[in-house]
């Protein structure tokens, strides 16, 4: 860990001494989180190392030990948090707009309709998502990258205070995956919406995060600002890769750094590469014009 969280005037979620454990295996090893309203939390790791993990059982969608509760101290409830999760099974035959209202249910009495403010919050959020022209699509008719918008906008739609996005934009091309986090960005300093987003692209994650929680094999190794978090001894201890961290326009960059060229088989003088290839091709084609 490095240091101590800095006291914050509020709190919307706090995450205590959370264990989780799958067939013997403890896979989340007393995680400890407390977040302010408004809070973006980039939740980034290895594979493997238990962010979806801590995402589900944050939702009570797996059976942990410790505690999660809201501000005021209530175990939180359905309205309270929304989880995009990572690979969700998308309902054969069903609209989009259909699965956007979905995410109304926990505000919906026992086999209450959906109302019509329901169906302006989910087109409204269809709409902002520029998703509107799909509405009527069924959702197994959709790329990928559309399909992941869908459940964003289906989050969303629930409209809780903390929103929990697991790898929410690995799907989504660069104008998409910018919409995405730009409307989250805007939701919380509009609203106060709380974030928690598991992300692999270390930079994004840095840009929109106020803060990083670093986990290895299910133990939260780094938490604080993401100038400090993202330490490149650190992550390349974490992450088994040497990594550089830059600084573009003011922004923190992380970059593999290269592997050292592999030594040549004994005896070897040169070893085809690539280059080598195009050069040969190069000549080939030359030689017949
Ligand atoms: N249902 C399950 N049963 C048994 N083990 C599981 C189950 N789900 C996850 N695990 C294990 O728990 C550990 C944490 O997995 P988790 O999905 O939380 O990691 P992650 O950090 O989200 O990884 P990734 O970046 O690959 O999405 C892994 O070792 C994984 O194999």
Redesign the pocket.
């Known amino acids: 860990m490095t240091g101590p969280t800095p006291l914050r005037a509020a709190t919307a979620l706090r995450v205590a001494d959370l264990h989780v454990t799958?067939?013997a295996?403890e896979?989340l090893r007393g995680v400890d989180l407390e977040l302010s309203p408004g809070e973006w939390l980039g939740l980034i790791?290895?594979?493997?190392?238990?962010?979806?993990?801590?995402l589900r059982a944050m939702v009570g969608l797996v059976p942990s030990t410790g505690r999660v509760e809201l501000g005021d101290g209530r175990r939180p409830g359905p309205v309270d948090l929304s989880l995009m999760p990572?690979a969700p099974e998308l309902p054969a035959g069903m609209t989009v707009v259909e699965y956007v209202l979905l995410g109304r249910t926990s505000h919906l009495g026992w086999l209450a309709q959906e109302s019509r403010a329901d169906r302006r919050i989910a087109t409204d959020v269809l709409r902002r998502l520029s998703l509107a022209s799909f509405a009527d699509r069924t959702v197994r008719q959709l790329s990928g990258g559309e399909a992941q918008r869908v459940v964003i906008a289906r989050a969303l739609a629930q409209q809780s205070p903390v929103l929990l996005l697991?790898?929410p934009t690995s799907a989504l091309d660069l104008g998409h995956q910018v919409e995405v986090l730009e409307l989250v960005d805007e939701l919380r300093h509009q609203d106060g919406l709380t974030v928690v987003a598991?992300m692999?692209d270390l930079g994004v994650a840095a840009r929109y995060a106020d803060r990083l929680a670093l986990?290895d094999r299910?133990s939260l190794v780094s938490l604080g600002d993401p100038g400090t978090v993202l330490d490149p001894e650190l992550l390349s201890r974490v992450y088994g890769h040497p990594v550089h961290v830059h600084v573009v326009d003011g922004h923190l960059l992380v970059v593999p750094a290269p592997r050292p060229p592999r030594a040549r088989p004994a005896g070897a003088r040169h070893t085809p590469t690539d280059l080598d290839a195009h050069r040969a091709r190069t000549r080939r084609t030359e030689e017949i014009s």
């Open positions: 799958y067939d295996k896979v790791g290895p594979n493997g190392s238990g962010k979806s993990t801590l990572q697991d790898e598991a692999h986990l299910g």
